[in-house]
């Protein structure tokens, strides 16, 4: 396995502002290369079909919410970068679609983030705990919102 | 002679949604349409698993799609159709049908672990929802069972997300759906039409984040009151919960907000089929009842 390398010193800071993203994260080389494939075999998605129009982002309801744009997210995967899954964004979508019926490019991007979120899960990473609800407020829960929610945030 | 279907109720229908089964129910039998519950029939996964490679969360969906075969084969009911009221099975369960029929590989794999169980090649049973049986069923027959027309109310519909999403998938035009503001008119109420229709309400998002999931049901409710609404009706359990059950915690964050009720449209059908047991408004919340009796409904 190739050494991964930090280009840090290439890269202008002001790109690196615009992205506003670690810096830790500048790799290129085999490392990329399969991190964007990993994406593309789980999502089942050809990311480089994406022109960045940004109609994800614009359609997106959550996107208020969300420290990457979903448009971002996907040119960080064509690039091969890790950042998105270390993002809000990729826990904060709630997988509604809206982004999918918009692409005009024909990317599930929905698919995308559950192919960031599936990465990050199975690295036993999880972003909700059932011990971490409120019990008062599980009680109130109808069974719908709680299975879907473990079943896309808990590892 | 009415028409005998499979249908697949899932888990929120039997707690916190009573009221959309019991109204769902009445409402068929009302426009023809005996809805057979499913025997033995499970979890449906509520969420559709979209990581290409995953296997095991299929195991649920294909094993209600078996029993459906099974029923049929059976002969208890008419043909190879599901009926779902729930958005969220109505997706797992479409969704997981179709994987499995264009899938060779998943199939195959399905087939090994699933040994026990009759093979599914995916294509045998079809998914509907119930939205969808009343259209194919026509408005006209809608129409000709009214006994207390809906006059005088003015009904915002929400759709969500999944009725309309993903492609392929969705039961109606996923930019301009019409299929609700029918049955509306049907029914003789008023179609308040309000942009955030088929934006997301929040979903699952509830459960952790509910001030996000407060601020997007937020948007949805204040349209639909600006623009005149006397009620929201919506398809989904989980759209009712964030809307409707959540409305007093919304209006904590926003107390611009004026409360207005949320109905499954199935109750909007059997209050105009007169068929008042079945309603269920005792279960609603924000409680309808006074607004429905001030406009004249019982």
Known sequence: ???????????????????????????????????????????????????????????????????????????LVQLGREDPLYSRTIWICSTCFECEVRCPRGIDIASVMEALRQIMLRRKYSEVRLESIDPEKLRGLPQIALISNLRKLMA | MSLR???????????????????????SKALG?????????????????????????YIAPVRNLIRVEQLKNSGLVDDGRL???????????????????????????????????????GGGV?????????????WERVKKRL??????????????????????????????PTIFERLIESLGAEVVEIPFKAKCCGSYQTVHMGHVASELSYRILRQAVEGGADVITLACPLCEYNLGERQGEIRGLFPDLK??????????????????DSVGLEMNNPDPRPLLRRKGFP
Not at chain 1, 12 to 30: D, H, T
Not at chain 1, 43 to 57: D, E, K, R, T
Request: aromatic share 8%.
């Open chain 1, 1 to 75: 396995m190739m050494n991964s390398k930090n280009v840090l010193d290439s890269v202008p800071e002001e790109i690196e502002m615009a992205l506003g993203v670690s810096r830790q994260s500048y790799r290129y080389g085999a490392e990329s290369i399969v991190f964007k494939a990993r994406v593309e075999e789980l999502s089942g998605q050809n990311i480089n079909l994406c022109y960045q129009c940004g109609a994800c982002s614009s359609g997106c309801p959550l996107s208020k919410e969300m420290d990457l744009l979903p448009s971002k997210v996907i040119r």
């Open chain 2, 126 to 138: 079809e998914v509907i929802h119930l939205l969808q049986l009343i259209r194919e069923v026509g």
């Open chain 2, 5 to 27: 279907l499979a249908y697949y109720p899932g888990c929120t229908l039997k707690t916190n949604a009573r009221n959309y089964e019991a109204s769902a129910i009445a409402s």
């Open chain 2, 259 to 276: 409360y207005i009720p949320v109905l499954y449209f199935t109750q909007l059908m059997a209050l105009a089929f007169g068929l008042e």
């Open chain 2, 33 to 57: 349409i005996e809805l057979v519950e499913l025997p033995r029939w499970n979890c449906c996964g509520t969420v559709h698993a979209l990581a290409k490679d995953d296997v095991m969360h």
């Open chain 2, 83 to 121: 009926v779902t009221l729930c958005e969220m099975c109505y997706n797992t369960l479409k969704r997981a049908d179709v994987t499995v029929k264009e899938d060779q590989e998943r199939r195959r794999k399905l087939r090994e672990v699933m040994e026990e169980e009759p093979p599914y090649s």
């Open chain 2, 147 to 176: 006994v207390r027309p809906l006059r005088g109310l003015r009904v915002a519909p929400y759709y969500g997300c999944l009725l309309l999403r993903p492609r392929g998938i969705g039961i109606d035009d996923a930019n301009n």
